[in-house]
């Protein structure tokens, strides 16, 4: 450090990442969590707060027909290589998840600024509604850009108070009609890098601060609805019911089993009994099924099984069964030669090569099925993320700056 600040070759600052990160925290959460919401007041406040961390660099910010926010460093040749990832959290959220991806593209876009023109363009992304916390669709900017999302499915859709989604969007200059606009973004787009916090358990485990991503599973997510007799809960006699909820129940455990056998996840994360009083026996039980696994033929398998099995459990309590679809994504795996660049810039700086697929989605997911994309990880305390308690060791979060920086360096080919 010098007395006018960093010299222009210095490296990336992961103390002033860690700081912006607290600020945003400080500004944009309660005692509960991160309450930076997507379509919200809290969520516009969080993207101020990058506003002014961008003012003052060479970059042109703007808004796109998605609602992404852009901040482009323009160089020369061609190409575009993509930074970033999302500012909206769930409500009672982390304090990382997202912000962490965001601050540390801000840091690197500082550095790269200050070291002269670029061999390429460098832009930074802030993607809008990542978690899709208020209307139940994740990844609505960024499926936008890449041309996957279904317009005709999200108009649909509203929030809990019965507001749509197209007239909230709306509020926040966001146009249902025009959202293919938002697909120009990624012309002459090279990659896309995100840093994100692992939000499992695994690096941890492993005692490493940082890894490579290989991309992420994929998803199965179905409404199951079975069907059988509201009844009297003293007055009907035990082998007269007709159940649903027991039905259900079996089929809860058989999603474990199968997903524990095929070394995925399975969860049964919401039930709801009708009529759902402690005098009644149910005679209707919804419950959502999850289902991932990053192979596609093992992911169909544990389809397969909870399906035969919930089938099994309706026949045994007299009910029927019927499966809807909610939400499905194929494992995406990420571009091997990006990959490889995280995989030894993590090497570089741990000694250790690691590459983990991400059991969670991201931004990266669908941009990964449009540009050549990539991850890098840090790690997550005690595995736990969407929670108040989300945290990563400081000297993690610092190191996965020197390695996001090192990467965007060597993707755009300063060195
Ligand atoms: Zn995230």
């Known amino acids: 450090m010098t007395s006018s600040g960093l010299p222009p070759e210095a490296g990336p600052d992961g103390a002033r990442v860690v700081t912006m990160l607290r600020e945003l925290a400080e500004l944009t959460s309660d005692e509960a969590g991160a309450q930076r919401v997507a379509w919200t007041g809290i969520w516009q406040r969080a993207r101020a707060f990058l506003r002014e961390q961008l003012q003052g660099l060479p970059v042109t910010v703007r808004t796109d027909a998605a609602g992404n926010q852009w901040a482009r460093l323009p160089g020369g040749g061609s190409g575009v290589v993509i930074i970033g990832s999302h500012l909206d959290s769930v409500p009672d959220g982390g304090w990382l998840d997202g912000a962490y991806g965001v601050m540390c593209a801000v840091e690197v876009l500082r550095c790269l600024a200050a070291r002269g023109p670029l061999p390429c363009t460098l832009a ?60 120009q973004e990624l012309l002459g787009a090279r990659a896309y890098l995100e840093a994100h916090i692992e939000q499992g358990p695994v690096l941890e ?106 089938e099994e459990a309706a026949t045994a309590e007299g009910c029927s069964v019927s499966w809807e679809p909610v939400f499905r994504t194929r494992p995406q795996p990420f571009a091997d030669e990006l990959v490889d660049v995280v995989r030894e810039v993590c090497a570089e700086l741990t000694g250790r090569e690691r590459v983990l697929p991400s059991w969670a989605l991201h931004d990266a997911t669908p941009m990964a099925g449009a540009v050549p994309t990539a991850m890098l990880f840090t790690s997550s305390a005690k595995g736990i993320s969407h929670a108040r308690e989300e945290d990563t060791p400081e000297e993690h979060l610092r190191l996965g700056v020197e390695a996001f920086y090192r990467t965007v360096c060597r993707v755009i080919e300063l060195d």
């Open 205 to 310: 485990r492993e005692g490493l601060p940082i890894s490579a991503v290989s991309g992420t599973v994929g998803v199965e997510r179905h409404r199951v609805i079975f069907r059988g007799q509201t009844a009297h809960s003293g007055a009907t006699p035990m082998d007269m019911r007709r159940d649903a909820f027991l039905a259900a129940a079996a089929t809860a455990l058989a999603v474990r089993e199968s997903a524990v056998r095929h070394r995925g996840v399975g969860t049964v994360g919401a039930a709801r009994l009708r009529p759902g009083i402690v005098t009644a026996v149910a005679g209707e039980t919804v419950i959502l099924v999850d289902q991932r696994h990053p192979d596609a033929g093992a992911l169909e398998a544990m389809l397969r099984e909870a399906q035969r099995a919930s």
């Open 124 to 183: 930074l992304v802030e993607w809008a509604d990542e978690e899709g916390a208020r209307f139940g669709h994740s990844l609505f900017g960024s499926s936008a850009v890449a041309g996957t999302l279904n317009v005709a499915e999200v108009r649909e859709l509203a929030d809990a108070s019965g507001l749509q989604l197209g007239d909230v969007v709306a509020e926040h200059g966001v146009h249902l009609d025009r959202l293919d606009e938002a697909r």
